[in-house]
């Protein structure tokens, strides 16, 4: 296989589209070609509710991202989320036969098919089906069963399901600008890839990346995802709230939040003071900088409330050992930290993507940890070589990989 690939991420923020253009080689960082961000339009919560808008602002950033790079988006590993969002764990099996020959891929995706059989209604789909770890007869937590010896092969996978319209109206808006969607990626997973550590991942993490529109759950541990999910609550909600409260515009609340805003009220000199348009109102208002932290606190404390007691209710809030990571746009609020702490009553860091080779260091900012885990996650896949290749197995040329390869390789100059 190829050692050098050309790989294109689109995510699909409610607030902002963001293009990435990658040169992925094994064993090196990823090098940045071109970066194309602009507002989304036609967005809320995460999900596209007008198919033009978010259309014509995708192929915006699309153009933008090719400029400097040189290339053609052909392809391209694209975002996905969203309420619609569900998860479940499931096993699934497959005998092997007289236990007389080494497991092969073709095994391994008969367990998972397995594993995938799930009721689902007509309006939804599959969108992962992520191996956690594998029984071979009695022995557990194998991680890569290809080549070992067995009678039966059981997957435990972590099961992400979606709207199939909604995923549907996603490919179409990155269609309609001629580019394929080599895979829709659920963005926490993606995020994961460009902010946890592995030691993180081994003994246990949650990351809430916090955009705009939604905040976005992902537990691993083990190496393995066991939790995912989408809550509707973001950034917005929390300029929303100082524009209701305040009666001041969204623009201006929003850039007040920014500029002004911090998580923990009290940290904020009680004479600060700051001005702001108000409806109905002739050029500017003074308010108290503590009034607006003040309901900055409220909305971030009840949005890390509501995660948290997911968490709870999911049972998975004693195998955090390394507590929380946080991410996306909302993460780089002043004070947030804390007021995670509060409520988790658990370790919590700040996670961004790490600097990239290329000309785009702003990158790091923790609002691209989805679109640069688009291109770990494509990275991955673009260069995955299997370890064991038994005789007579087709390998990385078949089905599947040869599929994205073959679609990969219209990415052309
Ligand atoms: N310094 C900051 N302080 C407070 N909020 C910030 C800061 N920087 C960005 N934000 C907020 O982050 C949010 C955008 O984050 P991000 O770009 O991760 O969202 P998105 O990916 O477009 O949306 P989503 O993932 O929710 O669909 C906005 O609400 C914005 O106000
Ligand atoms: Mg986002």
């Not at 790091?364 to 996650?377: D, I, Q, S, Y």
């Not at 197995?393 to 679609?407: N, Q, T």
């Amino acid at each position: 296989m190829a050692s050098d690939r050309i790989i294109a991420a689109i995510d699909i923020g409610t607030t902002k589209i963001c293009v990435l253009v990658g040169r992925v080689t094994q064993g090196r960082p990823i090098q940045i070609l071109g970066t194309g961000i602009m507002p989304a339009n036609g967005l809320s919560k995460g999900v596209i509710t007008d198919i033009e808008q978010a259309s014509e602002s995708i192929r915006e950033a699309i153009r933008k991202a090719e400029r400097p790079s040189g290339y053609t988006i052909r392809n391209a590993y694209v975002s996905v989320g969203g309420a619609h969002i569900g998860s479940q764990n499931c096993d699934g099996v497959a005998a092997i036969g007289r236990g007389d020959r080494p497991i092969i891929r073709d095994d391994l995706d008969r367990a998972l098919e397995n594993a995938r059989a799930i009721p689902l209604s007509h309006n939804r789909q599959i969108l992962h089906s992520i191996p956690r770890e594998y029984t071979i007869d009695e022995q557990r937590n194998i991680k890569n069963p290809l080549g070992m010896i067995g009678y039966r092969l059981e997957v435990e996978a972590h099961v992400i399901t979606g709207s199939r319209t909604a995923i549907q109206n996603i490919v179409r808006c990155v269609e309609d600008n001629n580019v394929q969607t080599a895979e829709i990626v659920l963005q926490p997973l993606a995020s994961c890839e460009a902010v946890l550590t592995d030691d993180e991942r081994r003994q246990g993490v949650a990351l809430i990346d916090i955009g705009g529109g939604t905040t976005d759950l992902a537990i691993v541990f083990g190496g393995g995802f066991w939790e995912t999910k989408v809550f509707p609550v973001g950034g917005n909600h929390i300029s929303n709230d100082i524009g209701w409260a305040l009666h001041v515009p969204f623009p201006a609340a929003e850039d007040a939040k920014v500029r002004y805003g911090h998580a923990v009220a009290s940290e904020v000199p009680e004479s600060d003071m700051l001005e702001m348009p108000v409806f109905g109102g002739e050029g500017h208002q003074r308010f108290s900088r503590r009034q607006l932290c003040q309901l900055v606190e409220e909305r971030v404390t009840e949005m890390f409330e509501m995660v948290h007691k997911h968490v709870h209710d999911v049972g998975v809030a004693d195998y955090l050992a390394a507590g929380i990571v946080l991410t996306g746009g909302c993460s780089d609020l002043s004070g947030i930290r804390t007021v995670a702490e509060r409520v988790f009553g658990m370790p919590v860091r700040l996670g961004s993507p790490q600097s990239m080779a290329g000309r785009f260091e702003s990158l790091t900012n923790p609002k691209f940890a989805t679109a640069v885990g688009l291109l770990e996650w494509g990275r991955k896949k673009a260069l995955a070589e299997p370890t064991v290749t038994p005789e007579g197995e087709a390998g990385p040329d078949g089905g599947f990989w040869w599929w994205l390869r073959s679609a990969l390789n219209r990415l052309a100059p």
